[in-house]
């Protein structure tokens, strides 16, 4: 599925959340958060799910 990373990055500066800690509840490293951010990889529905959850959207807010 196609996500906007640039929400993704909104969400966690709105938050103040660090890229590491994002990664840790996510479950990701960071190299993929900040690919995922910059639209540079594409991420699985898992992730989605529990960067939704996290930050209290629906996924298809994070869609494009």
């Known amino acids: ?8 990055r909104q ?7 660090t890229i590491n800690r994002l990664c840790a509840i996510a479950e990701i490293s960071k190299s993929m958060l900040c690919f995922i951010e910059t639209n540079r990889r594409r991420a699985n529905i ?11 959207v629906t ?6």
């Open 59 to 64: 996924i298809d807010y994070l869609r494009r």
């Open 46 to 56: 898992d992730i989605i799910a529990r960067l939704a959850d996290y930050f209290g």
């Open 11 to 17: 969400l966690r500066r709105e938050d103040g959340i």
């Open 1 to 8: 599925m196609v996500i906007d990373g640039k929400k993704i």
